[in-house]
């Protein structure tokens, strides 16, 4: 089975813009995490999205949003980028059964933020 | 919400000798604990995790043990390689309550030393 993949892999934006990651899950895997990864912060949550619906959303702003489509591929989207927003971004999927919670990372994207 | 706290922060040991990584959490809800394994500049990985209806598990030289009353995790590495060498995460989450995110400690850098 291929794993969770994610483009792109780095990304180089000024502050102000914006930007769209994407991640396809697992085949089979119907529910699909964002997280942001920082040294200073470690892995924080951003969202779930689970049969194209948010299910669970983290405390960040409304800047950043999501959305995940019917063959279960989701993006994230950040506005109005600040410095603070560089990052890398992981998304993770899982089955979402009996046992939903064994998450599978993909390699995630750097976002710099000039 | 959860909040999980890992320590050390940094862990060097000689190769051959064991390493004890601990973590505590917040939430009693909390029923699942994966522990992830990240080497400089890749994703994540899972490389055990444990549910709340057991104290241990092992997996050859790795194991996880979880004490729910004190509310506390530990994962330990025995025989230590030179490629044990990474960042390892402890997190926690409330698993069948249809939230997906894991709230992760902060990461201990494992050095084994040959």
């Known amino acids: 089975k291929a794993g969770v993949t994610q483009t792109p892999r780095y990304l180089i934006k000024t502050r102000g813009q914006q930007v769209t990651l994407s991640c396809s899950p697992i085949?089979?895997?119907?529910?699909v995490s964002w997280y942001q990864q920082t040294p200073g912060q470690g892995l924080q949550f951003l969202f779930e999205?689970?049969?194209?619906?948010?299910?669970n959303k983290g405390n960040f702003p409304g800047r950043f949003s999501g959305r995940q489509f019917s063959n279960s591929r989701s993006e994230m989207n950040v506005s109005t980028l600040e410095l603070g927003d560089s990052a890398l971004y992981l998304c993770?999927?899982?089955?979402?059964?009996?046992?939903?919670?064994?998450?599978?990372f993909g390699p995630g994207t750097r976002l710099t933020v000039l | 919400g959860e909040n999980v706290e890992q320590h050390p922060s940094t862990l060097s040991v000689q190769e051959g000798d064991s390493a004890v990584i601990k973590c505590t959490y917040s939430d009693s809800a909390s029923n699942y604990f994966p522990w992830y394994k990240q080497e400089l500049g890749k994703r994540p990985q899972l490389i055990i995790d444990i549910r709340s209806n057991v104290g241990e598990k092992k997996d050859q030289r790795i194991a996880v043990t979880l004490n729910k009353t004190a509310k506390h995790f530990s994962l330990h590495i025995t025989e230590t390689q030179p490629e044990d060498s990474a960042v390892y995460f402890c997190a926690a989450t409330q698993e069948g309550t249809g939230a997906n995110n894991l709230f992760f400690g902060t990461g201990t850098r494992l050095t084994v030393i040959p």
């Open positions: 085949s089979g895997h119907r529910s």
């Open positions: 993770a999927s899982s089955f979402s059964g009996t046992r939903s919670n064994e998450q599978f």
């Open positions: 999205y689970f049969s194209e619906t948010q299910r």
